[in-house]
């Protein structure tokens, strides 16, 4: 079993950086492949990036490349989303992923290739 935490979210103006961060525990950690997903009002919930945990691999959507950044931290159990130059698009509840095995792209956009998930953060940009 695997528990995921996000904190982070919050109402912001256009044009800032926010960090939502994904505290995970439960079993080991370099088995699984986080995820960081969104989902707007009225949408089907999309993927935006994902890291391989043990490997540090990264794979982004096409639409968050050049703004949004997947990290982890061992040490603290801890991936992280950084979202540079907030857009109002970018409202959304954000949603972190884990699934077993290595990163693997063909699946990483699927929500359904994900087994365990996070209660979501909320993200409100404003123009």
């Known amino acids: 079993q695997v528990q995921l935490v996000e904190s982070g979210g919050g109402s912001v103006q256009a044009g800032v950086s926010l960090r939502l961060s994904c505290a995970v525990s439960?079993?080991?950690?370099?088995?699984?492949?986080m995820g960081w997903f969104r989902q707007a009002p009225g949408k089907e919930r999309e993927f935006v990036a994902t890291i391989g945990w043990s490997t540090g691999e990264t794979y982004y959507a096409d639409s968050g490349k050049g703004r949004f950044t997947i990290s982890r931290d061992n040490a603290k159990s801890t991936v992280y989303l950084d979202i540079n130059s907030l857009k109002s698009e970018d409202t959304a509840v954000y949603y972190c992923?884990?699934?077993?095995?290595?990163?693997?792209?063909?699946?990483?956009?699927?929500?359904?290739?994900?087994?365990?998930w996070g209660q979501g953060t909320q993200v409100t940009v404003s123009s």
């Open positions: 992923a884990a699934r077993s095995g290595t990163l693997v792209r063909l699946y990483a956009r699927d929500v359904n290739s994900y087994d365990y």
């Open positions: 439960g079993r080991t950690l370099s088995a699984y492949t």
